[in-house]
């Protein structure tokens, strides 16, 4: 399968305790994001790269969240000090740049229970 | 209020009847318009992707831009009960990174 892939599926964690959730974006997409989707709600952006350089944040995207790209291939998001309220699902989509327009693809997703 | 607006539904309808799903926006900015489909637990699968205004059609499914009223849809002709799922429409601008969602409508085709 040559889709996005993000693991973990589901993490379950304790409040106050720190999550990493991996992304490996279709091979040739130079551009990637992360959203955040809650129950009944469409997904929300949190912050975009192109290649390895972050190049924007939502205001979604607190101190406490932490996003990187190194060598323009995969991603991490971390969550430190985990709160209820991050209980979410969090999607990686990615893209290539070309005249398209807007042709996103999402992965899977990666659920978050904070308890 | 949302840039983008959907009904939630949730919208059940017999097995082969046509189905309209439809959303609303206040930024006329936008110019891609997209429609998603995701069934539960699971992330959004691009189904439509239509630029400015007009009509797309693939397979049984058409999508339709009015930007004169800011008003997309997507219509699902011989509706199966695979197609039951949430249907997220999306859209965004030259510059703007971001896809901005609608909140989604459930469908339920019923057999």
């Known amino acids: 399968d040559t889709g996005v892939s993000q693991n973990p599926r589901h993490k379950i964690t304790k409040r106050g305790q720190n999550v990493t959730f991996r992304c490996d974006p279709i091979?040739?997409?130079?551009?990637l994001y992360w959203y955040r989707q809650t129950l009944g709600q469409g997904p929300e952006f949190l912050t975009y790269f192109q290649n390895e350089a972050q190049l924007e944040k939502s205001r979604l995207l607190s101190d406490r969240f932490s996003a990187e790209r190194p060598k323009g291939s995969f991603s991490t998001l971390e969550i430190q000090r985990t709160e209820q309220g991050d209980s979410a699902m969090y999607l990686c989509?990615?893209?290539?740049?070309?005249?398209?327009?807007?042709?996103?693809?999402f992965g899977e997703g990666s659920w978050l229970t904070v308890v | 209020q949302k840039e983008v607006e959907q009904d939630p539904g949730p919208l059940s309808v017999p097995e082969g009847a046509i189905v309209s799903l439809n959303c609303t926006y206040s930024?006329?900015?936008?110019?891609?318009f997209m429609w998603y489909r995701q069934y539960s637990r699971k992330g959004p699968e691009l189904l439509m992707y239509?630029?400015?205004?007009g009509n797309k059609e693939d397979g049984r499914f058409t999508a339709q831009v009015d930007k004169s009223s800011k008003y997309i849809s997507l219509f699902i002709r011989d509706s199966q009960p695979s197609d039951s799922a949430t249907y997220l429409c999306?859209?965004?601008?030259?510059?703007?990174?971001?896809?901005?969602f609608g909140s989604g409508t459930r469908l339920q085709v019923q057999p």
């Open positions: 091979s040739e997409h130079n551009r």
């Open positions: 930024n006329s900015a936008f110019q891609y």
């Open positions: 999306a859209m965004s601008y030259t510059g703007r990174r971001a896809l901005t």
């Open positions: 989509a990615s893209a290539s740049l070309g005249v398209s327009g807007n042709t996103i693809y």
């Open positions: 239509t630029y400015s205004s």
